[in-house]
């Protein structure tokens, strides 16, 4: 059969299977999912928009078409798909962070039966402008186990994988207020594969408390274990959600529990331990060496600690942490997602940074290179009671009178220890592509210096070692990813992107010999989500609940 050029139309949709919401025809060719649906919420990947044209399909072909980014979107072609859970996807994963620090991503990956979008291989997007807001030009060639992509005049990216070498359909997929035009499809059309519509894409995901008593937004933090086994998870629930805007109404700290691993809680009982609480600083709940539970507040800048023997049902006095003092030229010191690191030899490590009062008033965090943060460690001895003063986390070993060089692009810290002792962090940028990476090789004492990490991130809960060695991190970008390591964080593998929660935040724990249940923000200012995740050599594998 003759090649021959099919541009892609929804018409009436009679030819495509949808998931998650029905796509439509748009001005110049675009394909998209209509505005009021971008939030259709499915039983899989939160926000995931695909549609499959049932009566093409190809082996070997190319893919001409233009796309379009804002921040959280992502955007690209499905290829060789037999059904909604196995394919190939061309995209370009567009974190807020990134974005705005002008930091462009293209992704290949494949989808099956997991209901995880496994990344094959994930690359930063040079010589095409990663703006925001501006078509871009695209061509990908598929031929055999090898993918090939021309990006704008000058991008370019190739990728090869053997999962699906059989013919499959076409199709195209969205997250967000992404764009799709001109998509034309030239090959040689394959005999067309039964399309198996039974097949779906998989639940992993569960509301842990699907409650709206105190509000719909639920924004979990700490998960703790308590003395006889079970768990204690804290969250914080705004009355209503508004993003990018200050909330409107009561925010109020809660606690659950749960006895059977996280697959069930109990009902929520208010956290009356707290000092000026909102929904960026809220109260975090944290188990020391020593095994004292402790809850971190903050009040006007000052931390206080307080203490509870027995497992949250009451709560010491809060008295002041002693943490700081906070360094010269800094604003404040704040903590991120992951405050606390609990080291083997009994001392404890807290997170924080701060932003240097050198911003240009009439400059934004979207010009490149306008805001400057550091990032510090401070290390406590006596099981939380007293630290010592902040460390610089990227030790350059220059400083001159007040001012401590290093780099100014360290925002939050999340960090693990090592099988060998050490320590890793990984730290959240503004402007880096990439995460930043430090290492200590003396229990946290000293740090650094930083250097360009493995994968891009942001908003990280916190980094975790399994009992088999397996290190893992979740952060946004692309969507919802966890990225693991086999070899204490010697080598990463490509990140598995497990849902489209876009925040990340939440907290992660080992609830069974490499078995995690990871609770976290979802995408859309609503109810937190959980799932329950199998840790093996070969990656990371769903546990449903019944």
Known sequence: ?????????????????????????????????????????????????????????????????????????????????????????????????????????????????????????????????????RWIPAE????????????????????????????GHIGVYCQGDAKLRNVTVTGQPAGLPQWDAQVRQPTNWFHPRPDTKYGRWQHPWDLVPTRDGGLLLNYVVQETASAGEDPEGAVTPLLTRSADGGRTWSEPEELRVTLGDNRWIPPRLHRTPAGRLICLTQDRGEYFISESTDDARTWSKPVPAGIGPVPARLKALAIGPQPFLNVADGSMILFCYGSYDLDD???????????????????????????????????????????????????EVCGVQMGDGRLMALIRPIYSPWMWETWSEDGGITWGPCVRGPFPGYATPNMLRTSSGAVLVAHREPSLTINCSWDDGRTWDQGTLIDGATWAMGSMIEVEPDVVLYVYWDAFESLMRAQLIRVTPSGLEPIRRA
């Open 1 to 133: 059969m003759m090649s021959d050029a099919k541009a892609l139309q929804i018409g009436a949709g009679n030819n495509w299977h949808f998931v998650n919401a029905a796509w439509q025809d748009g001005a110049d060719n675009e394909l998209s999912v209509p505005a009021e649906h971008h939030r259709d919420d499915g039983p899989s990947i939160q926000g995931h928009h695909y549609a499959f044209n049932r009566e093409l399909c190809y082996q070997d072909c190319t893919v001409r078409f233009e796309f379009w980014l804002q921040g959280h979107t992502d955007t690209g072609i499905i290829l060789r798909a037999r059904d909604e859970s196995h394919f190939y996807l061309l995209h370009f994963p567009a974190c807020g962070q990134a974005i705005r620090a002008q930091n462009g991503w293209i992704a290949f990956s494949k989808m099956d039966n997991t209901g995880y979008l496994k990344c094959l291989k994930l690359e930063l997007l040079r010589r095409v402008p990663s703006n925001r807001g």
């Open 140 to 167: 990908l060639t598929l031929k055999g186990n090898k993918i090939s992509v021309r990006i704008g005049d000058n991008g370019y990216f190739e990728a090869q994988d053997d999962t699906y070498a059989a013919a």
């Open 361 to 411: 008033p009439e400059l934004g965090i979207g010009n490149w290179g306008a805001v400057h943060c550091q990032a510090f460690a401070c290390r406590s001895t006596d099981d939380g009671r007293t630290w010592s003063p902040p460390v610089n986390i990227d030790n350059s070993d220059r400083s001159e009178g007040d001012i401590q060089y290093g780099n100014l692009d360290l925002t």
